[in-house]
Each structure stands twice: as structure tokens, then as C-alpha cells.
């Protein structure tokens, strides 16, 4: 089993930065595809950026050019740096994770807030 464990996130003021953590324990050798998705209030949940174990990185249109997602295999640990922050990023942020079966994992979300 594989648990995902976030942190980061909060409050910032529109054009500020925030930067989120997600590391991954148990049986986490045999994950491929980790990544961030977000829902905020009364919308659905969708995909903020991934990045597979080898390969390049993909991006919301929403979010390209505003923020980078990165990898530390070694550590099963994923970053996502938020530059540029608007108040539509406001959401809650979960970290994500697939593994060769195909399987997903979640982690328990974690706050996003950008005041205008």
C-alpha cells in the first residue's frame, strides 16, 4: 500500500508563490506517474501537472508557465513550485500517484488559498 503525504500550501496574496511537497511511503518502488490535481468549491476536480518516473512533465493550459513540477525519484518525493498565483488557483490541492498496475493513490489534500 502507498500512502502520499503532503505539505505546503496556505495563504498568499494574487502574484505571490507557494510551494507544495508530496512523498510517497510503503510499497512506493513500483510507482510510475506522480502529480497534483486540485478542486475547488463547487467545481470538479482536475489535473494540475504530472510527471512520470522518466519523461517529460505535463501542465494544465491554467497553470503552463506559472508553475513547475518536479521529481526527486530517489526520495519518491514530488514538488510543485506556484508562481504567479491568482485567485483562481484557490483550491484544494491533492497529490497524486500511479503505479505500474495502474493503481492510483491520493493523498489527503492540502489548502491552496490566494487572496485578490
Known amino acids: 500500500q502507498v500512502q502520499l503525504v503532503e505539505s505546503g500550501g496556505g495563504l498568499v496574496q494574487a502574484g505571490g508563490s507557494l510551494s507544495l511537497n508530496c512523498t510517497a511511503t510503503?510499497?512506493?518502488?513500483?510507482?510510475?506517474?506522480m502529480g497534483w490535481h486540485r478542486q475547488a468549491p463547487g467545481k470538479q476536480r482536475e489535473l494540475v501537472a504530472v510527471?512520470?518516473?522518466?519523461?517529460?512533465?505535463a501542465y494544465a493550459n491554467s497553470v503552463t508557465g506559472r508553475f513547475t513540477i518536479s521529481r526527486d525519484n530517489a526520495k519518491n518525493t514530488v514538488y510543485l513550485q506556484m508562481n504567479s498565483l491568482k485567485p483562481d488557483d484557490t483550491a484544494v490541492y491533492y497529490c497524486?500517484?500511479?503505479?505500474?498496475?495502474?493503481?492510483?493513490?491520493w493523498g489527503q489534500g492540502t489548502q491552496v488559498t490566494v487572496s485578490s
Open positions: 497524486y500517484a500511479r503505479d505500474l498496475r495502474l493503481r492510483t493513490y
Open positions: 510503503g510499497s512506493s518502488f513500483n510507482i510510475d506517474l
Open positions: 510527471v512520470p518516473s522518466g519523461g517529460s512533465t
